[in-house]
């Protein structure tokens, strides 16, 4: 029978364990999928270090995409999807019960399930994403259209749509965000470039990235995707950020700050930046890196609007698919982003991104 390799995770801080799993049919409701590219996230290595818990044994990753191999013939008409199709897989199952779900909130579903936390010792072994091939619900599949390059979709797979999801629900608190005209973006991983061109694609004037330490690699393609200017803590200091910022919008400060560093310390100064009620959006802080101390005063004081965001909806993908399609002029460089490992290097992987030398890690075939 023929196989493919998956990465298991046996416990936290161990080595991935490279194993051959067999190829079986898909069960019913679910598609066998062979994987084009899996992107390795801070998640992962937060899931890794053992700061976000898991069940083990498993493999992880959760933002994948592949080409659908395998499909009953009723799951493909129930859910549009077929044979060949390129998908990309949404890993979330929300309950569709509770309250959050009721309400339109399901991104933040009290019973939250996933497609990729089962025992890979249990048939069809392949449901997480660090794998060649991957058995995945349909009702998960979300088709890339032809005019997107799978690998180019891979990039942002996960920072897309927790970067659009963080944005409609700044829309949805009637925050004005889409009114912004100086912003700052924290931080220039993945969800810090998406955030960047999310705002150029509103047509935002001052978009102004930071970074702790100067990169002139990272400062040239924030550039490219539409940052105004890129300072740096290490070569401008907080003091002369907050008079640049304050230079741009007649002394008041930024409209809209969003956090994608993940950096505790971030957070007080995000405040520090903003205008009387301004915007602060903060989906950058998704695992516990300690506590910081700020000044609540601000929050009062200043009136702002602090929302965070972690996770996102269906929806969110389908969005983030629509963006890519409305704003060509992106995919070479989003492309450009990728570095590329097998599957049977992952810890080599794992390795390069603890040292920070890539911005997105893609594991291909
Ligand atoms: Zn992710
Ligand atoms: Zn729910």
Do not use: W
Request: charged share 20%.
């Amino acid at each position: 029978m023929k196989t493919a390799k998956g990465a298991v995770l046996t416990a936290a801080g161990r080595p991935f364990e490279v194993r051959g799993f067999p190829l079986t049919s898909p069960p019913e409701g679910m598609a066998k999928i062979r994987l084009t590219a899996s992107g390795i996230c801070g998640t992962d290595v937060h899931i890794h270090d053992g700061r976000l818990p898991v069940q083990t044994p498993v493999i992880i990753g959760h933002e994948f995409i592949g080409r659908v191999e395998e499909i009953s013939e009723t799951d493909s008409e129930k859910h549009n999807i077929r044979k060949d199709d390129n998908v990309i897989v949404y890993i979330a199952c929300p309950c569709g019960e509770c309250l959050l779900c009721r309400s339109g909130d399901d991104a933040n579903c009290v019973n939250m399930g996933v497609t990729n936390g089962s025992n890979p010792n249990t048939a069809p072994h392949l449901y997480g994403g660090f794998a060649e091939y991957n058995y995945s619900p349909v009702a998960n599949l979300i088709r890339i259209p032809p005019e997107l390059d799978p690998e180019m979709t891979c990039v942002f797979a996960c920072a897309g749509p927790t970067v659009l999801h963080a944005f409609s629900l700044a829309e949805r608190a009637n925050s004005g965000i889409e009114k912004a005209d100086v912003t700052v973006v924290q931080g220039l991983g993945p969800v810090g470039f998406f955030a960047v061109m999310k705002l150029a694609s509103m047509g935002v004037k001052h978009i102004i990235a930071l970074t702790g330490r100067e990169n002139p690699y990272r400062e040239e393609l924030a550039l490219k995707f539409g940052a105004a200017r890129v300072m740096s803590l290490e070569k401008h200091g907080m003091d002369k950020i907050i008079e640049y910022i304050k230079a741009l919008s007649s002394g008041l400060g930024a409209d809209v700050v969003i956090e994608a560093s993940g950096n505790p310390s971030a957070v007080p100064q995000g405040m520090d930046m903003l205008r009387n009620r301004g915007v602060y959006l903060v989906p950058g802080q998704y695992s516990n890196s300690g506590p910081v101390e700020i000044a609540p005063e601000m929050i009062t004081f200043k009136a702002l609007h602090i929302i965070g965001s972690s996770q996102y909806s269906l929806s969110d993908v389908q969005n983030y698919i629509d963006f890519l399609l409305k704003n060509p002029h992106t995919h070479s460089t989003i492309l450009s982003l990728a570095s590329r490992y097998k599957v049977e290097d992952i810890n080599r992987a794992f390795d390069d991104v603890r040292a920070g030398k890539n911005i997105k890690t893609l594991l291909t075939p």
